[in-house]
């Protein structure tokens, strides 16, 4: 409704008028009239958490001049507008929507970004354009944000057993500030470094890393690593986890059975046996003289109770005598690493007339050879045997008395009866060569005594180095007699040796 005119005519409309414009809401007029303007803004901190309700609370005490009121996060060229009369943010709603005098706010399903200083301001509508007229003194805003689930990440390539790893695990958007990490490997704690607080994009959370460095192990395929996140606004502790396995490799342990020489145009095989490898990514491949196979008798993979997994890889080959010597190599691309190579050679052995091979032959004749090898070493060991002892037996003659008489040990009576007459004894000189001893020889002689003169080797010079024995012979070669021997010297030996008569 337009106010009523006020001409200069009519003189007793002049407070009528007054009145009409003070209601009307001038500026100045409720300053003039001595009611003052106020606005209040109570709150100075709230604290809440992501997706609850934030109230703000904000009342004026007249509508004061005119002009909008709204409500601004932060102060100065960098604030945001959250409400205004015109229009407001989509979670942003009035408390009371028709109030003139409560200008109260309400932030539905609060985020981390909501954080912040709010304003509660009333402007003043001027020709130049709003200006502010009253302000609040702010009311500081903290949501307290969970930190996100915590992140696990390992190394970009995988590494074998008895390397060194780091693991990172993250987490971001929390607030207050305080976390606390701690690392497990299959539900054990283990020593980490202390994790590395950073503000997050607003300002008003934080973001976390924490990483931890392990020796891996063979074993670890099945081991699980675990970051455990505390947080004051946790009920409990977050956990990130992380297979192992993901960051681990198990190179193969290749081999390649070597068969035995075998004959020509027989059939041989070759088997390549990959074994303990993980990841299960693998490729075999045959080599015939470093040329590529077309091999497809291969296994499957077969997991052991450890996790490895392991294959075996078989090529059939026909011995022919030109393959004679060609080398089959098993190649193991595992993991798309360096490859790993086995080889082995193959042997022939070729047929013989008598239907025997080479190879067979060759085997026989070492068996020969080591026969005859072995008689001539036993023959020289019994020839050794029987010189040391014929050196022995002759050491012990040479040792005995220079007398000696050796007797059988049975006599016919016509021996006794010619050894009871000492002068039917026969003589004969014994030439050995033994060194002289000073025993004199006792002589029995009589005229039916026969000599024989008996020399095993060159004579000496002299009769000074001659032995002699008696031989008590029935009979000697018919000889003719001699006579008796003279006396040898003292320096001569005498032995006495008795043989039965025939």
């Not at 392990?214 to 297979?243: F, N, W």
């Not at 029995?444 to 080797?457: D, L, N, R, V």
Request: hydrophobic share 35%.
């Amino acid at each position: 409704m337009e106010p009523l005119p006020c001409g200069p005519g009519r003189a007793a409309w002049p407070l009528t008028c007054l009145v009409l414009l003070s209601l009307h809401g001038w500026p100045g007029v409720g300053a003039q009239m001595g009611l003052p303007f106020e606005l209040r803004q109570p709150q100075n901190k709230v604290v809440v958490k992501v997706g609850e309700t934030l109230n703000l609370t904000c009342t004026m005490s007249t509508d004061g001049p005119p002009g909008a009121v709204k409500w601004l996060k932060g102060w100065g060229s960098g604030n945001e507008t959250v409400y205004e009369q015109k229009g407001s943010l989509p979670r942003v709603t009035r408390v009371v929507p028709e109030s003139g005098t409560d200008f109260s706010i309400r932030i539905g399903d609060v985020r981390v970004e909501d954080a912040g200083t709010y304003y509660c301001v009333k402007f003043h509508r001027t020709l130049s354009g709003d200006v502010v007229f009253r302000h609040g003194k702010g009311t500081e805003v903290l949501v307290h944000a969970k930190p996100t689930a915590p992140v696990v990440s390992g190394p970009d390539r995988r590494a074998g057993p008895r390397q060194s790893v780091s693991f990172t695990c993250t987490a971001g958007g929390f607030y207050p500030k305080d976390i606390g990490v701690k690392w497990l490997k299959n539900n054990e704690e283990i020593s980490a470094l202390q994790p590395q607080i950073t503000p997050g994009r607003t300002n008003s959370s934080y973001n976390m890393s924490s990483t931890v460095t392990l020796l891996l192990q063979e074993d670890d395929i099945r081991s699980q690593l675990i970051c455990e996140v505390q947080h004051a606004t946790l009920p409990a502790p977050m956990r990130g986890k992380y297979q192992l396995s993901k960051a681990l490799r198990v190179s193969p342990r290749v081999r390649v059975d070597l068969p035995s020489p075998v004959e020509v145009n027989k059939t041989v095989n070759f088997t390549c046996h990959v074994e303990g490898f993980y990841p299960e990514d693998v490729a075999v491949t045959w080599l015939e003289n470093r040329r590529e196979m077309k091999v497809e008798n291969t296994s499957q993979l077969v997991k052991t109770p450890q996790g490895l997994f392991e294959l075996r890889s078989l090529v059939e080959v026909k011995a022919t005598e030109e393959k004679n010597g060609s080398t089959f190599t098993c190649q193991v691309v595992h993991d798309a690493q360096d490859p790993v190579n086995k080889t082995a050679t193959l042997w022939i052995a070729a047929p013989t007339r008598e239907g025997l091979s080479d190879w067979s032959l060759s085997d026989s004749g070492n068996f020969v050879i080591y026969v005859v090898v072995g008689v001539v070493c036993t023959v020289l060991v019994l020839l050794v045997v029987a010189i040391l002892y014929l050196i022995r037996a002759k050491q012990s003659k040479g040792k005995s008395s220079p007398s000696a008489r050796l007797h059988e040990p049975e006599k016919s009576s016509e021996a006794t009866t010619q050894e009871s007459d000492p002068n039917n004894l026969t003589y004969a000189d014994l030439n050995f060569e033994k060194e002289r001893k000073t025993i004199r020889r006792m002589v029995e002689m009589s005229q039916q005594s026969e000599y024989a003169s008996i020399q095993t080797s060159r004579a000496p010079a002299g009769n000074d180095n001659l032995t002699y024995a008696d031989l008590d012979m029935v009979h000697l070669s018919k000889a003719p007699r001699r006579p008796a021997p003279h006396p040898e010297e003292a320096s001569s030996e005498y032995a006495s040796v008795q043989i039965p008569r025939k």
